[in-house]
Structure formats: structure tokens, C-alpha cells
């Protein structure tokens, strides 16, 4: 199901077999102690808001190739999650975003690749010029009331429905006032 679950054992070289290990069924070496864990990927995303107006990347790649989403990417090791939207913004759309808040810690189940917890962090932008990076086919800010129609992922389509409810909300307050 995995494209990174190993065929031989990293430590023997011995071929590895499904057996049952601390509750679940694990890919196992027949010849050593070496057991092979699956565990979800940790990325980010940056909702970047601009007066109304969200930051979204049209992906190059699969999957949900030609669909709008966050920009995000996965975690580098020695990079906190916050530091990982902040560069995955400035990489795929040439804005420089400072993080306003943590929005959610969302499970994602539907990137073939691998399943993965993604933050996701309202972001502020703080420069920087629109620009695509080598993974976006476009990048551009859409009014919340206005995105496209493709939006990739379904955690990208939960978080911008939550974020544009938060918004109209408080933008009514404001007018009220
Ligand atoms: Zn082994």
C-alpha cells in the first residue's frame, strides 16, 4: 500500500513476511529480531490570509494534480512544524508568511504516498513576490467566498470551509459594531 515499505531487512538483508506484532500485522524478518513499523508522515500547510483573501497552489504533481491547495509540504528533520509551513510558503509561492496561530492537527487519509498528521497554521503575509516554485503550476490569493472548484486533499477542503466560517464571522461582528 506504501511505496516506502522495504521488501529485505535493512539490518540482515533477510527477506521480510507479514507477522503479527504488537496487535497488528507487520512486514518482519524471518532471520533477525528487525520488525518494520508503518508510521503516518508529519507535513504541514500554511493558510495564508490576506484581507479576506487565501493563498493557494495549483499542484504540478499527483496526486490531485491540477487542483488547488495549501501551500505544504512534509517535515525536515530539525525543522519545527511552524518552520515547515513558513518554508513551504516562501518555496512554492515566493511570499515570506509569519505563523498567527496553529489551526488544527488534521489525520490525512487520502495521499497514496502516505498517510500523514499535517498542522496546518494560519499564516500573515510579510512579503515577498507570487511567484510558482517547481511543484505549483500557479500560484495566486482567491477570496474566500470565490475559491476553485478542484481544491486537492480533503483536509484542505475541511480547513478552508472552517477558515471562511471564522472570517464572514468575524467580519459580521466587526460591522455590526
Ligand atoms: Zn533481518
Given at each position: 500500500?506504501?511505496?516506502?515499505?522495504?521488501?529485505?531487512?535493512?539490518?540482515?538483508?533477510?527477506?521480510?513476511?507479514?507477522?503479527?506484532?504488537?496487535?497488528?500485522?507487520?512486514?518482519?524478518?524471518?532471520?533477525?529480531?528487525?520488525?518494520?513499523?508503518?508510521?503516518?508522515?508529519?507535513?504541514?500547510?500554511?493558510?495564508?490570509?490576506?484581507?479576506?483573501?487565501?493563498?493557494?497552489?495549483?499542484?504540478?504533481?499527483?496526486?490531485?494534480?491540477?487542483?488547488?491547495?495549501?501551500?505544504?509540504?512534509?517535515?525536515?528533520?530539525?525543522?519545527?512544524?511552524?518552520?515547515?509551513?513558513?518554508?513551504?510558503?516562501?518555496?512554492?509561492?515566493?511570499?515570506?508568511?509569519?505563523?498567527t496561530r496553529l489551526l488544527d492537527v488534521l489525520y490525512t487519509r487520502d495521499d497514496p504516498r502516505k498517510p500523514g498528521n499535517l498542522a496546518a497554521f494560519l499564516c500573515r503575509p510579510r512579503g515577498g513576490r507570487l511567484r510558482a516554485g517547481d511543484d505549483a503550476e500557479e500560484v495566486a490569493y482567491f477570496p474566500l467566498r470565490a475559491v476553485p472548484r478542484e481544491?486537492?486533499?480533503?483536509?484542505?477542503?475541511?480547513?478552508?470551509?472552517?477558515?471562511?466560517?471564522?472570517?464572514?464571522?468575524?467580519?459580521?461582528?466587526?460591522?455590526?459594531?
Amino acid at each position: 500500500m506504501w511505496n516506502d515499505e522495504p521488501v529485505f531487512c535493512p539490518k540482515c538483508a533477510g527477506r521480510l513476511r507479514s507477522r503479527r506484532v504488537e496487535g497488528r500485522v507487520r512486514p518482519s524478518c524471518a532471520s533477525c529480531t528487525y520488525v518494520f513499523f508503518r508510521m503516518p508522515a508529519s507535513a504541514s500547510a500554511a493558510v495564508v490570509l490576506d484581507r479576506g483573501a487565501v493563498l493557494l497552489v495549483k499542484r504540478r504533481n499527483e496526486p490531485y494534480r491540477g487542483a488547488w491547495t495549501f501551500p505544504a509540504g512534509y517535515q525536515e528533520v530539525g525543522e519545527t512544524p511552524a518552520e515547515t509551513a513558513i518554508r513551504e510558503a516562501r518555496e512554492e509561492t515566493g511570499i515570506r508568511v509569519a505563523v498567527t496561530r496553529l489551526l488544527d492537527v488534521l489525520y490525512t487519509r487520502d495521499d497514496p504516498r502516505k498517510p500523514g498528521n499535517l498542522a496546518a497554521f494560519l499564516c500573515r503575509p510579510r512579503g515577498g513576490r507570487l511567484r510558482a516554485g517547481d511543484d505549483a503550476e500557479e500560484v495566486a490569493y482567491f477570496p474566500l467566498r470565490a475559491v476553485p472548484r478542484e481544491i486537492g486533499f480533503r483536509n484542505n477542503r475541511i480547513l478552508l470551509e472552517r477558515v471562511r466560517r471564522e472570517f464572514e464571522a468575524g467580519n459580521g461582528r466587526r460591522r455590526t459594531r
